[in-house]
């Protein structure tokens, strides 16, 4: 099998790699091509391999399911949606801590724990009964 794939492939043996499921009629192929190359190998793969007729005739087996084809995301830009939500979890914790530790210690640089006490040298009358308060 790794034979027909690497000969129609036109890759080195040693690029196909083949992984039988244990307990299933399960094949898996991979072929490990360069990223330049990827779309262009997959296309001739999807064309040589790509119905149960085909599988049949190029590899001498009975294919019972039509086969599927995955590209793995090497290198791919796209981020998935968990990772975009610990991002934003992140940046917004960024952004309300960091305005609040900034707060919190300028007040004890600036003598934010020390308490001021205001007294004053004038008695207050109290007032008398019947008379009206004077201000």
């Not at 043996?13 to 990827?38: F, M």
Request: glycine fraction near 8%; include cysteine; hydrophobic fraction near 45%.
């Amino acid at each position: 099998m790794r034979q027909a794939i690497a000969e129609f492939m036109r890759l080195a043996l040693s690029l196909v790699h083949i992984d039988v499921k244990a307990g299933s009629v399960i094949v898996e192929a991979t072929v490990e091509v360069p990223a330049a190359d990827a779309d262009t190998k997959r296309a001739d793969l999807e064309l040589g391999f790509g119905s149960k007729a085909a599988i049949s005739s190029r590899l001498n087996v009975t294919a019972l399911s039509e086969p599927s084809f995955d590209s793995p995301n090497n290198g791919d830009s796209k981020l998935s949606g968990g990772v975009i939500a610990a991002i934003v979890i992140l940046v917004l914790a960024f952004a309300v801590l960091v305005p609040l530790l900034v707060c919190y210690f300028r007040g004890k640089t600036d003598g934010g724990d020390k308490k001021v006490t205001v007294t004053s040298n004038t008695k207050a009358k109290p007032p008398t009964v019947g008379q009206p308060d004077s201000m």
